[in-house]
Structures are given as structure tokens and as C-alpha cells.
T-cell receptor
Framework: GQQVMQIPQYQHVQEGEDFTTYCNSS?????IQWYKQRPGGHPVFLIQ?????EVKKQKRLTFQFGEAKKNSSLHITATQTTDVGTYFC??????????FGQGTRLTINP | GAGVSQSPSNKVTEKGKDVELRCDPI?????LYWYRQSLGQGLEFLIY????????KSGLPSDRFSAERTGGSVSTLTIQRTQQEDSAVYLC?????????????FGPGTRLTVT
């Protein structure tokens, strides 16, 4: 079955430093989505990537989808305290097989 | 319009009792999903509905778990003979169109505690 690895599990940074989380799939994906969950909250959709090699930007956030559609990354430039939370990737294979990554918990020292 | 709603928000039950969790998706959303999140853990996919159909039930943890959706709207997740390991936050989400294609909107969750 489909396996996913999301790394790192935890990341602590100083405010202003960059942050990256990676998701790797054992199988080729149809598309991938990224979600953010604030402490005590529920996941909130950030972005969806569909095309091979796709790169999308949202202000300080940059999302990439690998050429083979097996991996993806989320990069935050110059983190702010509002970026605190857990970032999850959601891997979607054909026939609506959905698997969430384990999540990367980001904490920030102001 | 209203977002995804779930009820109850909290449920404390005794081991061995049955519980029913309810999800009201966003109106018009044809896909509905159930997830489970244990304390400090990631999201475990349980089941999804496309309309009233659940094509894949393999994510349900055991045969004590069942789910249904009627009228393409409200869904209920039922846990029979609850066990302590069932304690978790149960999250429901819905999306427009085909499952897995669109943005998922999550409800606030039901926190289940089995004593």
C-alpha cells in the first residue's frame, strides 16, 4: 500500500529563520494537498499541487511538487510567530486513496 | 454560509457503551471524510463518502466502527462497545466534487473520551 514519510517530525526555529518540511511517497500521486493545524484547532487547507514540477507561492510560503510526483515540500521564508502549528501533507493517489503525512510541528522562539 | 459542524463537541462514555458522532457538511459538498486524531498525533483517515456511498471502508479500525450518510448530507460515525483506545478527536471534513480533488473543510471535531 501507499506509504508516506513526512520529515522532520519537529522543528524549532528562531523567528526570522526559514523552515522546510518534506513529504515523500512510495507511489506516484495524483495530487497533493497541504494543511496547517494550529494548536487546539482543526486543519486548514493551504494549497493543492497537481502538475509534475509545480511550484506555487503564497506570500512567504513556497510549495513544490516533485518531477516524479512522489515528493513535495513546503518552505516558509522568514518565519513569524503566526506560523506556529503543525503542517500536514495529504497524499492523494488514484481512486481517492487518501493518506496524511505524520505532520511537522513547528515552534518558534520570538 | 455555515461551515462543517459536528456534534457533540465532547463526549465522555464508559467502556463498552456505543456512541454516535454526527457531521453536518457544507451544503452542496458531495464528498465527506472522517478522520481520527489521537492526542498530539497525526490524522488517521477512516472513511470517505462520495454522495451516500463509501467506496472504501478499509480505513475503519475495526468492525466496531461503522459510518453512514443519508441524503447526501449528514453523516454519522458509530462506535460500538467503545474501548479506551478509541479515545481521540474525531474530525469530519467535506469537499466539493470528487473526493480527494478539492479543498477539504474541516469541522471542529468531537473529542471522545472513553473511561
Amino acid at each position: 500500500g501507499q506509504q508516506v514519510m513526512q520529515i522532520p517530525q519537529y522543528q524549532h526555529v528562531q523567528e526570522g529563520e526559514d523552515f522546510t518540511t518534506y513529504c515523500n511517497s512510495s507511489t506516484t500521486l495524483s495530487n497533493i494537498q497541504w494543511y496547517k493545524q494550529r494548536p487546539g484547532g482543526h486543519p486548514v487547507f493551504l494549497i493543492q499541487l497537481v502538475k509534475s514540477g509545480e511550484v506555487k507561492k503564497q506570500k512567504r510560503l513556497t510549495f513544490q511538487f516533485g518531477e516524479a510526483k512522489k515528493n513535495s515540500s513546503l518552505h516558509i521564508t522568514a518565519t513569524q510567530t503566526t506560523d506556529v502549528g503543525t503542517y500536514f501533507c495529504l497524499l492523494i493517489q488514484g481512486a481517492q486513496k487518501l493518506v496524511f503525512g505524520q505532520g511537522t510541528r513547528l515552534t518558534i522562539n520570538p | 454560509g455555515a461551515g462543517v459542524s459536528q456534534s457533540p463537541s465532547n463526549k465522555v462514555t464508559e467502556k463498552g457503551k456505543d456512541v454516535e458522532l454526527r457531521c453536518d457538511p457544507i451544503s452542496g459538498h458531495t464528498a465527506l471524510y472522517w478522520y481520527r486524531q489521537s492526542l498530539g498525533q497525526g490524522l488517521e483517515f477512516l472513511i470517505y463518502f462520495q454522495g451516500n456511498s463509501a467506496p472504501d471502508k478499509s480505513g475503519l479500525p475495526s468492525d466496531r466502527f461503522s459510518a453512514e450518510r443519508t441524503g447526501g448530507s449528514v453523516s454519522t460515525l458509530t462506535i460500538q462497545r467503545t474501548q479506551q483506545e478509541d479515545s481521540a478527536v474525531y474530525l469530519c471534513a467535506s469537499s466539493f466534487g470528487l473526493a480527494g480533488v478539492g479543498e477539504q473543510y474541516f469541522g471542529p471535531g468531537t473529542r471522545l473520551t472513553v473511561t
